[in-house]
């Protein structure tokens, strides 16, 4: 199928539910995008910080753009002027210095905390009480130009349905206790970004508000290495 097809059908299979979609556009040519905006669709992800600025230039403005994989200190500069999310914040200094980029631009920038939840050594990402550490921390109350709007999570690359459920439904709860503790009445507080092209099913129903989609609508991507 083409990717204006299987865009459409994803689409409308995630609206009935209230999802967001993020087109996970990574390694994929700028007219592939360009065919899913398009389509209809206005927010994509990157997972590489080169590519990104590469690529934002030469599409359309209204683009909301996602950075969905793990970003460097030394990065964050680049994209401070045009990112609308970013869903990789795994640390108190990268938090940081994206407070101060973006203060640099006059703006505030949205962030998930991406939280361990995968049964995988690999994966970045805060674990549970380092989430609630880095939210109650005065280092994190003094930063004026950053905005936590959610949580993030990549479950573990398995086919088993019975543990992909319990790793999101484990986000989940996360995202539940800490909306009461620490957000309960900031409205923004309200994204769990879970659920790839092989479990984003799971994924919704277990709560998931956005999922971060590429294969299913752009084919697949060559493997690394
Ligand atoms: C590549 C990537 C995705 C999308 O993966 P697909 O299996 O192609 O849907 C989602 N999230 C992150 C963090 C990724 O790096």
Redesign the pocket.
């Known amino acids: 199928m083409s990717i204006t097809a299987n865009l459409l059908q994803l689409k409308k299979e995630l609206d009935t539910v209230h999802v967001k979609l993020i087109a ?1 556009s ?1 390694t994929k040519p700028v007219q592939d995008i360009r065919e899913a905006y398009d389509a209809g669709q206005r927010i994509f992800g990157e ?1 590489m910080v080169q590519e990104l600025v590469e690529k934002q230039p030469q599409l359309p403005q209204d683009i909301e753009w996602h950075l ?2 793990h970003l460097q200190t030394n990065k964050v500069k680049y994209i401070a002027p045009f990112i609308s999310l970013i869903h990789s914040v795994d640390s108190l200094k990268l938090l940081q210095e994206i407070n101060k980029q973006a203060e640099k631009n006059n703006r505030v920038i949205d962030c998930l905390l991406q939280v361990y939840i995968a049964d995988e050594e690999t994966k970045y990402g805060l674990g549970f009480d380092e989430v609630i550490e880095l939210l109650r921390s005065e280092d994190f109350a003094a930063l004026k130009h950053v905005r936590i709007t959610g949580l993030m999570g ?1 479950a573990t690359n398995t086919e088993n349905p019975k543990q992909l459920k319990e790793e999101f439904y484990e986000l989940k709860t996360l995202f539940d206790g800490i909306k009461q503790s620490f957000f309960r009445k900031a409205d923004y507080f309200k994204e769990i970004s879970m659920g ?3 479990d984003y099913k799971i994924a919704i129903e277990q709560g998931s508000t956005m999922v ?5 609508i752009f084919g697949g991507r060559p493997k690394k290495g």
């Open positions: 996970v990574k997972n969905i994989g990549i790839m092209s092989a971060r989609i590429g294969s299913t």
